[in-house]
């Protein structure tokens, strides 16, 4: 058993803490912030924000990895979530109308997603946490630095806090988007970690709804509908208790999009799109516009050059990597960050170097080339938009390749043909890593077959840009 210290109380923290106390360890939450549960899951939304953790109001949803290793790992929590209001979404509500063949297929129940907001997970999350033997949760404590021993590299042995020393025998940064581990690894001489960076380029703007008693609806009160319009893009999910949740993602450069915080501009903008329009009609808001932008693809190694920069320390989360919110892959990356860590801890024991070797193996692995393959799609995005909105040069489309396809091509094919669908939400899902999907034989057949028989995907009524400006004038 192995005493080990999570810096942070987020959500890939919180999962770690469960599950290595479920594994014997003793475990210790350290977070500056106090997070006691709320009474229950609409005092838990209404106190959500935090400016620091801006992302807990934006649009969320456990994609089917997540949901999966709820099942496997925490299956508790999954009940406890269902019972909170959470709503399952099989994979047949997510099927488009142009999808003739609506059938249903061995292995869709694997991708089941889950809707709900992120504080109705977190208030579950935090209340089990609070509840589990073996986590000690210390509220308040803000983490100064890592308590080392010199070395080649340096062994770290605890962390130094505004309360003291803390020892351990391992550290596990979860701190998130905004971690200092690059600081606190200079400050014991280690060497840097490897990163990586790439634009996301976007902005959010989002708020939360109720769906109307007896309204008649356009469609699954668990639905997800993601657009990517000519100068912007626009989504709606549903989420638990009737609630759901509308986001319009322009670029971060955009300033005509500044005015999208004011609840009536807002509410324009979507009116300009039919589809989301209709929703409106059977809505009623509960919040504010929630705005939110600076975001960045990023990735981050503890391993260079086949060691470790530190031994005793570990990353997993948002300090490893994020990725455009688009997408919802936070929740899975940090579940499965998680699971990763506990599976590091049992094959290297005590070997702290083996133990870092181990977790990286699983960041290749599980992380990068979902990272990888975000970094790809954000660049072809917002090359287009650039090109709409500002007059930039065109985007140079992919080469052809004989043995795959992309992700572009996958999505347009998913309209039309079932079994490219499936793997479409595959690999949205993180089912299965993108770079097996798009070079399955079976999939690039029918994507290509798809498009040449369909052509692109059908078009979606947009605003045009006279419409557009006169909604954000208002």
Not at 156 to 168: F, I, N, Y
Not at 301 to 313: E, N, S
Not at 441 to 460: F, M
Request: glycine share 6%; charged share 25%; with cysteine.
């Amino acid at each position: 058993m192995s005493r080990i210290v999570i810096v942070g109380g987020s959500v890939a923290g919180s999962f770690s803490a469960l599950l290595l106390a479920r594994a014997g360890h003793e475990v210790v939450v350290l977070d500056k912030d106090r997070l006691e549960p709320a009474p229950d899951v609409e005092a838990a939304a209404a106190a959500a924000f935090r400016a620091s953790a801006p992302q807990i109001v934006q649009p969320h949803i456990v994609m089917a990895r997540c949901r999966q290793l709820l099942l496997d790992r925490l299956p508790d929590m999954y009940e406890a979530l269902l019972a909170a209001g959470v709503a399952e979404a099989p994979i047949s509500t997510q099927m488009p109308p142009t999808l003739v063949d609506r059938s249903a297929r061995p292995g869709d129940e694997r991708l089941t997603m889950l809707m709900s907001r992120r504080s109705t997970i977190d208030w579950v999350l935090r209340r089990r946490l609070l509840e589990e033997p073996g986590v000690t949760v210390r509220h308040e404590v803000r983490v100064r630095g890592l308590v080392a021993e010199p070395g080649a590299p340096p062994h770290v042995t605890g962390v130094r806090t505004d309360q003291g020393d803390v020892a351990a025998d391992l550290v596990v940064d979860a701190t998130g988007r905004r971690t200092v581990v690059d600081r606190w690894l200079a400050e014991i001489g280690a060497g840097p970690a490897a990163s990586w960076r790439a634009e996301c380029g976007v902005a959010y703007y989002s708020r939360h709804y109720r769906l109307r008693p007896a309204a008649e609806l356009p469609g699954p009160p668990n639905t997800r509908i993601v657009v990517g319009l000519d100068e912007f893009t626009v989504g709606i999910w549903g989420a638990d208790n009737g609630a759901m949740q509308l986001c319009v993602a322009p670029l971060d450069v955009d300033r005509r999009f500044r005015t999208a915080r004011f609840p009536e501009v807002f509410t324009a903008v979507l009116r300009t799109v039919p589809i989301y329009a209709a929703w409106l009609d059977v809505l009623d808001p509960i919040t504010d516009v929630f705005p939110m932008g600076g975001l960045h693809n990023t990735l981050r190694r503890l391993v260079v050059d086949g060691a470790p920069v530190a031994t005793g320390l570990l990353a997993i989360g948002d300090s490893v990597c994020t990725t455009n919110p688009t997408l919802g892959r936070g929740l899975s990356m940090a579940l499965a960050g998680a699971v990763d860590l506990v599976e590091a801890l049992q094959e290297g024991g005590d070997d702290r170097t083996a133990v870092g070797l181990a977790l990286d193996r699983r960041v290749a692995d599980h992380v990068v080339p979902f990272y990888e393959e975000q970094a790809v799609v954000d660049a072809a995005r917002l090359a287009m938009l650039r090109h709409t909105i500002f007059d930039a040069p065109a985007p140079e489309p992919p080469a052809a390749d004989s043995d795959r396809v992309t992700y572009w091509q996958l999505r347009t094919a998913a309209q039309f043909d079932p079994t490219a669908f499936r793997a479409f939400w595959a690999v949205m899902g993180m089912i299965r890593r993108p770079d097996e999907v798009n070079a399955d034989p079976d999939v690039v057949t029918c994507t290509r077959e798809a498009i040449r028989r369909h052509g692109s995907a059908p078009a979606v009524a947009q605003p045009t840009r006279e419409e557009l400006v006169a909604a954000l004038a208002r």
